[in-house]
Structure formats: structure tokens, C-alpha cells
């Protein structure tokens, strides 16, 4: 079945340091591609997405490509702050008509110390 | 726009007891999906309602149930509690399958 692997934390960062968090797929077909954003005591909000190969989904200055060729969705974002620590999810949608089912990753804690 | 709101936001029940959790969906939205979120598993699919109707369910046994009324809001129900069913448990409603889904903040269940 589809399933979505992405990087270990915790990761711990400085201010205004790169992030990238990495993140691959299994999937059939063409899946939908998505982060999602937890902060603590709260529901996941949806930081971006992409649809189709080479897409390039972005949001408060994070980014990640669609890369049909190495199934990846790489989150990046070059400057962090204090407000960025979260744990972030990778997560994608089945290939079938009407398949709304998310299937995440196991969740990546990210800490940015000031 | 009000985003997913679900109630309520925390509970405690005991074992052997059920539970009824509820979830509105944003305004025009008719998938809404549960999600059960424990340390140990992470995020899994409990099933997806669509018109009234459940067009995909998750791996998990008959004791969790749901249902979906005419307005698209949607409940979830747990009988016979066990220890191992505290969890955050999300709602998330959904326009179409490649824009996203959209998330409440969860309801906290400890059974204890």
C-alpha cells in the first residue's frame, strides 16, 4: 500500500539556520504530496502541497518539490525562527478516484533555539 | 471562514465505557475523516465519510464506528473503552482529494 518514509528527529537548530527535513514515498500512480504542521496541544495544519511532478508547493517560506524520479518531497526553508519549532508530516493521498485517505509519516520534531 | 471544530476537547472516560466524539466540518465541505494520533503509532486512518456515506475505513476494530448526518457533520463512536484507545483523535474535512484536508484541534481521550 502507499506509505511515506521521512527523516528521524528530533532536529535542533539555531536561528535563522537551513532546515531541510527529507521525505519519500510509495505510492501507485500519481499521488497528491503534502506537509503538514503540528504545533504542541494542537490539531495539523496544511503548510503546502503539490499535485503533479515538478510541482513546487511553498508557504511562510517553505518549500518542496514534487520529484516523481526519486518518489521525494523534501521540505526546505533557509532561514528558521524560534516560532518554526513544531513537528512537521509528511503525508499523500491515494491515487484512486474519490480517495481522500492521508497516509503520513511518522512525524519529524524540529526545535529552533534562539 | 470557521475552520473544523470539534467537541468536545478533552475526556476522560473508564474502561468498559463509550464515547461519542463530534466534528463540524468547514462550510461546504462534505468529506470529513477521523484520525486516531497515539506516541507510539503516529497518525492513522479511521475512516472517511462522504454524503452520509463511508467510502473507505482504516484498520481498526468494530468498536470504533462513525456516522455522518444530512449537514455533514459527523461523530465518532467508541464502544468498550480500553486503555490502549487514549489517543488525539482529529477530524479533518476535505473540498477535494488533491487540496488538502483540513484539520480540527483534536479531542484529548484518556481512559484510564
Known amino acids: 500500500g502507499d506509505s511515506v518514509t521521512q527523516m528521524e528527529g528530533p532536529v535542533t537548530l539555531s536561528e535563522e539556520a537551513f532546515l531541510t527535513i527529507n521525505c519519500t514515498y510509495t505510492a501507485t500512480g500519481y499521488p497528491s504530496l503534502f506537509w503538514y504542521v503540528q504545533y504542541p496541544g494542537e490539531g495539523l495544519q496544511l503548510l503546502l502541497k503539490?499535485?503533479?511532478?515538478?510541482d513546487k508547493g511553498s508557504n511562510k517560506g517553505f518549500e518542496a518539490t514534487y520529484r516523481k524520479e526519486t518518489t521525494s518531497f523534501h521540505l526546505e526553508k533557509g532561514s528558521v525562527q524560534v516560532s518554526d519549532s513544531a513537528v512537521y508530516f509528511c503525508?499523500?493521498?491515494?491515487?484512486?478516484?474519490?480517495?481522500?485517505?492521508?497516509?503520513f509519516g511518522a512525524g519529524t520534531t524540529v526545535t529552533v533555539r534562539a | 471562514k470557521a475552520g473544523v471544530t470539534q467537541t468536545p476537547r478533552y475526556l476522560i472516560k473508564t474502561r468498559g465505557q463509550q464515547v461519542t466524539l463530534s466534528c463540524s466540518p468547514i462550510?461546504?465541505?462534505?468529506?470529513v475523516s477521523w484520525y486516531q494520533q497515539t506516541p507510539g503509532q503516529g497518525l492513522q486512518f479511521l475512516f472517511e465519510?462522504?454524503?452520509?456515506?463511508?467510502?473507505n475505513k482504516g484498520n481498526f476494530p468494530g468498536r470504533f464506528s462513525g456516522r455522518q448526518f444530512s449537514n455533514s457533520r459527523s461523530e465518532m463512536n467508541v464502544s468498550t473503552l480500553e486503555l490502549g484507545d487514549s489517543a488525539l483523535y482529529l477530524c479533518a474535512s476535505s473540498l477535494t482529494e488533491t487540496g488538502g484536508a483540513f484539520f480540527g484541534q483534536g479531542t484529548r481521550l484518556t481512559v484510564v
Open positions: 503539490a499535485t503533479k511532478a515538478d
Open positions: 462550510s461546504g465541505h462534505r468529506s
Open positions: 503525508a499523500l493521498t491515494g491515487t484512486l478516484l474519490n480517495d481522500y485517505k492521508l497516509s
Open positions: 465519510y462522504f454524503s452520509e456515506t463511508q467510502r
